[in-house]
């Protein structure tokens, strides 16, 4: 029960962040997405010491470990776009496919390369 | 009241169907059983089932939807947690990270805005990389549509585990810094939790390529939709 109730502290905390970096987004009318704002203020408030790991820990933890389950209504909306993938929109499929070798193949060769490249200096 | 009934019925039912996911997925670890599908599917053939339309069930939805901004939040910790490597390994990382979201962006409008498909779509198809929440949220900004760029985002991601054997043979990927940016850059959770499997370094990058893919791409992408689209 202890530890229910400080992952819903955690969770009201978290839902703090989200809501000041929806608020930072509507004021500086920034198209990055509040929730990622929040993430960065989140990373910079424990990179400070100004919140501590322990703080977020719990929360953070449940929320990543079953983060599949808070996206299940958005999946299912699916149900109302199924006939975009009739006839040609099969493409797309095709599509996005293509274009995640090519994301996964560049970036990871530009990586390695850099990382080699390192090595070889430090050795 | 009625709506109080039905949304706490949603949401009761989507805690059942996500727990006999998980449960079945311990005993059959295969991509197609992933929670995320499994439920997904469940959920639908549900409600095609009892005729419950999309509107009804999204009563209780809703909830769920609400506490998606906090879990972007949350995937502050575990870069946190990797800081150390992530200091070690910034430039390379941060690279190859950002090369990603930019081929990803670009090669996702261009191949859609070439095969005549609407800005409906190619907004929903531009941020198919990143983690579903951070990708429903751009779509959601620039104009696309949140449930199709879940889609979109889950082709990246088992589309992704399925191809990346040639994806790393055809592009001699065999160092983990190499192997964990590409899949986290490119298949977000679902290449992360691959990776991990298999190896605890490769795991760890991932989940660095994944938190920063979803700040580099919700960055760019609505500057590059507009200036290309």
Not at chain 2, 67 to 86: T, W
Not at chain 2, 172 to 189: D, E, K, Q, T, W
């Amino acid at each position: 029960m202890n530890k229910a109730v400080t992952i819903i502290v955690q969770l009201i905390g978290l839902y703090f962040l989200y809501w000041v970096g929806t608020a930072i987004q509507k004021v500086l009318h920034l198209f990055i997405p509040g929730s990622v704002i929040g993430l960065v203020l989140l990373f910079a408030l424990l990179s400070l010491k100004l919140v501590s790991e322990q703080w977020v820990q719990k929360g953070a933890g449940f929320m990543i470990t079953h983060l599949p389950f808070f996206f299940i209504p958005a999946t299912v909306g699916i149900i109302s776009y199924a006939y975009i993938f009739k006839g040609k929109g099969i493409l797309l499929i095709g599509i996005g496919m293509f274009s995640t070798a090519l994301v996964m193949g560049l970036s990871g060769a530009v990586a390695q390369k850099m990382t080699r490249r390192m090595e070889r200096f430090y050795e | 009241m009625n709506d109080f009934i039905i949304g706490l019925t949603v949401i009761v039912s989507t805690i059942l169907i996500y727990w006999g996911s998980v449960t079945f997925y311990k005993k059959c670890r295969h991509i197609y059983t992933a929670p995320i599908i499994l439920s997904t599917v469940v959920t639908i053939v549900v409600l095609l089932i009892f005729q419950i339309p999309y509107e009804t069930y999204m009563i209780g939805g809703q909830w769920i939807d609400h506490l998606l901004g906090p879990a972007v939040v949350g995937l502050a910790y575990p870069l946190y947690q990797y800081r150390d490597m992530l200091k070690k390994m910034l430039l390379p990382v941060v690279t190859g990270t950002f090369i990603g979201a930019v081929v990803g962006i670009t090669s996702g409008l261009f191949l859609s805005k070439w095969a005549g498909f609407s800005e409906l779509i190619i907004n929903s198809i531009v941020p198919k990389s990143v983690t579903t929440p951070v990708a429903m949220a751009i779509a959601d900004t620039s104009g696309g549509a949140m449930p199709l760029a879940a889609v979109f985002v889950m082709i990246a991601g088992i589309g992704g585990v399925l191809i990346h054997p040639f994806v790393w043979r055809y592009f001699r990927l065999n160092h983990y810094i190499g192997r964990g940016v590409g899949m986290g850059s490119a298949s977000h959770a679902i290449g992360t939790a691959t990776s991990m499997e298999r190896d605890d370094l490769e795991g760890s990058i991932s989940t660095i390529a994944m938190v920063l893919s979803a700040v580099f791409v919700s960055i760019i992408a609505p500057g590059l939709t507009v200036l290309l689209l």
